[in-house]
């Protein structure tokens, strides 16, 4: 299956439901959904069904427009806004999700006052909007990826920021998916299985494979070993918000990625929507880390549980890569270097 023709995120053609490939599910079972209520849309994005900071916001985004599509006439803002509140609740480190759903604000409040077909159409447009921006983007972030690859590259990621994590294309795969559409031969990816939840085997490796890609995975603890080999040369990682100073948060486990890069003179860039670059937090030590249940690490994909009763268990969801161990910051802008607060000024942030 050609992974670029997989409708990660969407509106139904009649714009009567979100409809997601189920992510929870992947790679054994290719199952859709079709959400109309926020409860729905809100449990999807919490449990990773829909996942990715992009898509998480693109999901947001219909989610808010559902919600006035459904609301009686005369309770259009009221479920509209109450939607808004509980679809941030979702999940708190991406702030694309944020992004999206002030943005739909933002629309609301320059439809309010018009009639209820127009306060609806005018609500569809803008999520439709936030997602035909997200395609350009992630293909401006391959465009601008692409020039640092060469044929026989090897490439390392981390999680998975593909196309199943945007709209379309992906920030940190979109470099390869450029390459392909550019006959670029003899590219490697080598994908981090990233635990606890397996993005890296579940999502990446699948994309990567059904996208004919020359596709190796390994457990997160053995990409020192790999690297020590000589055999990645350049390192693609996505990002869930980035703080004023460059500091990036992406998908536990990214920073230890990046230490091992630099230790291993590798190029360790992060990719991403400049949408995810938030300027009001001054270091990553700002950023909000979700924390997620326990079960995730001492359960989840095993047969029996797999760690005592009773044990503490510390699960955060991402982490933070300082900014001086990244060698650029890629976004639809073009490719930024430290000092980052100047270059995302430059980028009009
Ligand atoms: O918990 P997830 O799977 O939503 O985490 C996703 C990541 O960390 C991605 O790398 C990030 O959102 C960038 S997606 C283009």
Redesign the pocket.
């Known amino acids: 299956m050609d992974p670029l023709k997989i409708d990660t995120v969407k509106l139904s053609p009649d714009g009567s439901a979100l409809v997601i490939i189920d ?1 929870t599910l992947l790679p054994n079972r290719v199952e859709y959904l079709s959400l109309t209520r926020t409860e729905d849309i809100f449990e999807a994005i919490r449990s ?1 069904r829909v ?6 916001g693109v999901a947001a985004g219909f989610g808010a427009y559902l919600a006035a599509k459904y609301a009686p006439d005369e309770e259009i803002e009221e479920r509209f806004y109450a939607a808004c509140d509980d679809l941030a609740g979702a ?1 708190p ?2 702030v ?1 999700l944020f992004y999206a759903l002030n943005r739909m604000k933002k629309a609301m409040e320059r439809l309010s006052g018009n009639v209820p077909s127009a306060v609806r159409e005018g609500l569809r447009a803008e999520a439709q909007a936030i997602m035909d921006e997200d395609i350009a983007i ?1 293909r401006a972030i391959g465009r601008h990826g692409l020039a640092l690859l060469r044929p026989g590259m090897g490439i390392l990621t ?5 196309t199943l ?2 709209a379309k294309y ?3 795969l979109a470099p390869v998916y450029a390459a392909l559409e550019a006959g670029m031969e003899g590219l490697r990816v080598y994908c981090d299985e ?1 635990r606890p ?1 397996l ?1 890296g085997a579940r ?1 990446s490796a699948f994309e990567m494979l059904s996208a004919g890609v020359d596709t190796t995975l390994l457990c997160d603890n053995m990409a020192s070993s790999l690297m020590k080999e000589g055999k990645v040369d350049i390192i693609f ?4 918000r980035v703080a004023a100073n460059g500091d990036a ?4 486990g ?1 920073s230890a990625v990046a230490i091992l890069a630099k230790h291993y003179g590798i190029p360790f860039y992060v ?3 400049s949408s ?1 670059i938030d300027m009001s937090l001054t270091s990553g030590t700002e950023i909000p880390i ?1 924390h997620r249940a326990p079960e995730e690490v001492t359960e989840l994909w095993y047969e029996h549980r797999m760690a005592p009763e009773g044990v503490k268990v510390y699960n955060p ?2 982490d933070v890569t300082d900014a001086e161990l990244i060698t650029g910051i890629i976004s639809e802008h073009g490719i930024a270097e430290a000092p980052y607060g100047p270059a995302f000024r430059g980028w009009g942030l």
Do not use: M, W, Y
Request: charged content about 10%; aromatic content about 2%; glycine content about 10%.
């Open positions: 992510q990773l996942r990715g900071a992009p898509a998480i999940r480190t991406a694309n992630s981390h999680c998975n920021a593909g994590a945007t992906g920030t940190a990233t939840l993005q999502l990682v996505g990002c869930d948060a992406n998908k536990i990214t990719c991403a929507p995810t979700e969801a991402f």
